[in-house]
Every structure is written in structure tokens, then in C-alpha cells.
């Protein structure tokens, strides 16, 4: 199937294919005229990409992966056992992102209860003048 069909039936833009396509991700046919002809076995293969992209990994990681993946109209599964300590190296690097969200959100959450406990006045225009003052520039 030609490209415009294929993105219909993924619900992926044709310029995310074509990147997918460039990162070695998918790699359709080529007619003579030289337009992309996808095979019915790159639907599967996008939602595996749309999946491992879902679970936080980049698409140099997923091409390493993908090979060695099996699709069950599901989910993905590693297809030996040889694939778990990259996907554990992913998953640490998952969460080591997870905990410096989680320790600027309690930054945040710091510095709104000080704005809360410094006795702000809302209905006073002026009260916030430093915050609406025009950018130096």
C-alpha cells in the first residue's frame, strides 16, 4: 500500500513515517516510480515502534530492539533473554528521569507554599507589579 493509505491506517503522519523510515525503523519497498509500498507486516511494526516510543525509548534504542522483538497483536516481548539488561538500562534511566521530575516538583511546591505563607494580596493590582513588569532586554 502507498504511503497516504499506510498513514491512514497506523493514524501516523506521513512525515513521522518517513522518519521512522529515515532512523531505519521501517523499511518499505520501492516501486520503479519510486514511491514508498508498505506490506501489510509494517502495521504491526509501527505499533511496536508507536509502543517502545510510548515507554520512553528513543528511536536508536528501538532500532537495536526491534529486531529481537515479537509482536502478539498486544504487546511486544523480548524474544530472549538477552534483550533484559538493555530494557533494565532503559528502565533505570526511566526512573533516575522519574526522581529529578519528582524532586522539581517539590521545589515547586516549596516555593508556592512560601508564596502562600508570605501573606500575598490577590485583589491588590499592585501586589504583583515586580511580575508584570516588562522583560529588560
Known amino acids: 500500500m502507498r504511503m497516504g493509505e499506510f498513514a491512514r491506517r497506523t493514524g ?3 512525515r513521522l513515517l518517513r522518519y521512522y ?3 531505519g525503523l521501517l523499511k518499505p519497498s520501492r ?5 514508498r509500498e508498505f506490506a501489510e507486516e509494517d502495521i504491526a511494526t509501527v505499533r511496536g515502534i508507536r509502543m517502545l516510543l510510548g515507554a520512553g525509548l528513543g528511536t536508536a534504542t528501538i532500532a537495536e530492539l526491534m529486531p529481537c522483538m515479537v509482536d ?10 538477552g ?10 534511566r526511566l526512573d533516575e528521569a522519574v526522581a ?6 517539590e521545589k515547586l511546591d516549596a516555593v508556592i507554599a512560601a508564596t502562600v ?4 494580596d490577590d485583589d491588590d493590582p499592585e501586589a504583583c507589579r515586580a511580575v508584570k513588569k516588562p522583560a529588560v532586554r
Open 72 to 81: 502478539d497483536g498486544q504487546i511486544l516481548a523480548p524474544a530472549c533473554s
Open 31 to 35: 516501486r520503479s516510480s519510486g514511491y
Open 83 to 92: 534483550m533484559l539488561p538493555d530494557l533494565h538500562r532503559e528502565r533505570e
Open 12 to 14: 501516523v503522519s506521513p
Open 117 to 120: 505563607t508570605a501573606g500575598g
Open 21 to 23: 523510515e529515515e532512523q
Open 100 to 105: 529529578g521530575l519528582l524532586a522539581a516538583r
